[in-house]
């Protein structure tokens, strides 16, 4: 990068010029200030020129990119989120930038790891994401990973990426390559981003033997590791630290530092030559509700009269108010399905320890052990799209599918 003192009007900058994607418009140059910020400047409004007075080309090109052909081929999925995104400098505004080379002129060290390829399959906000959306990224990996790739990166927003992480738990089926999701809770122009280690790292997991759905993100608020969470074990645990997503009620698979993977718990491994598929047969009319002092009773019988299958979310060890029972026993005697988990989500649900819980059991409610709320709300979809027979919901929402499910609990 060359440093370039920049001058605009009366005000003077100093920074790194940064290479201008061929899709950027070439009207504009960004600099990295020294305080790690990027700011555009239009070129017909400044005066730019070498620290040294050595003057430059305003219609500066970056050097021509290639990728070693001897390490292992990846894709890169965006799906939106800021991980995906850049600043216009001429509009303000955030935009996607989600090219190959733009994705390679951010973070050059990926070409150490794999040749990568990328593509946009969608751009929303995790927020506005739907179970039909979970069927594409599912579908298109399929499809990625029989072609031949090593391996798939999902970039996502950081808001719903852990119920996208246990869709695709339960719809890909004999997975025996890695799927990684990643994000990043600040924007690459920020000196405190976490993209790029979080980039960094997933492309590490993505040519590793990890051959499951899983997510990496910052280990802590410091800027040296990240951990590999299962898919179905994870959580994002605050609004904007790097740090937010936590394994809960299980350790991490592991955590990448210094460029190394190291391992915690056992993992399905890659294995070559299998086909994945997909299974995605969803019944969308689940209800996930979360039980509150004072929820109203007239709501909650609406809510189990429309739905096909609820999942509570439970006080402590799996409760809910006693004036709820005759609603819950009206439901399940309509063919409703009514499963338990608790808003604590550390620990297990036990509802034989008071009475409330076992009036709740003797109804039929069932009780889904550690199982996190938001991965019941994604597996009764997955579980209904099936079957609406109560056993065999039963017996497949108690059968541990992809890890969601622990034998014991682990104090963590």
């Not at 990027?38 to 400044?46: A, H, L, P, T």
Request: proline residues 3%; aromatic residues 8%.
């Amino acid at each position: 990068m060359k440093l370039v003192r920049v001058k605009k009007g009366d005000k003077i900058f100093e920074g790194y010029l940064l290479p201008r994607y061929e899709t950027e418009d070439k009207n504009y140059v960004t600099i990295k200030l020294k305080n790690g910020y990027n700011v555009g400047f239009k070129i017909d409004e400044i005066e730019i020129e070498e620290i040294g007075d050595v003057k430059i080309e305003k219609k500066y090109l970056s050097e021509k990119l290639e990728q070693k052909e001897s390490l292992p081929k990846i894709m890169i999925v965006g799906t939106g989120g800021t991980i995906s995104s850049k600043i216009d400098y001429e509009t303000g505004a955030v935009k996607p930038a989600f090219t190959t080379e733009e994705i390679l002129r951010n973070n050059p060290e990926l070409m150490n790891i794999a040749r990568i390829d990328t593509e946009v399959l969608f751009n929303i906000l995790s927020e506005n994401m739907k179970p039909i959306h979970w069927k594409k990224i599912a579908r298109r990996v399929a499809e990625i990973l029989n072609s031949g790739y090593y391996g798939v990166i999902i970039a996502h927003g950081t808001d719903t990426m852990h119920f996208t992480s246990a869709a695709l738990s339960f719809m890909l089926k004999n997975l025996y390559k890695p799927v990684v999701l990643v994000g990043s809770q600040r924007s690459s122009d920020r000196p405190s981003t976490d993209a790029f280690l979080n980039l960094y790292s997933a492309t590490i997991v993505a040519t590793s033997d990890i051959a499951e759905v899983v997510v990496v993100m910052h280990s802590s608020s410091n800027d040296d590791s990240c951990y590999i969470h299962r898919g179905t074990r994870v959580r994002k645990m605050h609004t904007s630290r790097r740090d937010a997503f936590k394994s809960i009620n299980s350790l991490p698979i592991g955590i990448v530092e210094n460029g190394k993977i190291k391992t915690f718990i056992p993992y399905r491994k890659r294995k070559e030559g299998e086909e994945v598929y997909v299974d995605d047969e969803l019944n969308e009319n689940v209800f996930l509700l979360k039980i509150f002092p004072g929820i109203d009773k007239e709501i909650v019988a609406k809510i189990v009269e429309k739905f096909d299958g609820i999942v509570i979310e439970g006080t402590g060890l799996g409760h809910a108010p006693e004036d709820l029972l005759d609603v819950f026993k009206w439901g399940i005697e309509q063919g409703k399905i009514i499963c338990m988990t608790s808003q604590t989500l550390y620990g297990r649900v036990n509802m034989n320890v008071y009475s409330t819980g076992r009036k709740l059991l003797s109804i039929g409610v069932i009780p889904l052990e550690d199982m996190l709320p938001e991965v019941a709300y994604v597996k009764l979809m997955y579980v209904l799209g099936k079957t609406k027979d109560y056993n065999k919901v039963r017996e497949l929402m108690l059968k541990n599918i992809a890890g969601e499910i622990s034998e014991r609990t682990i104090y963590i």
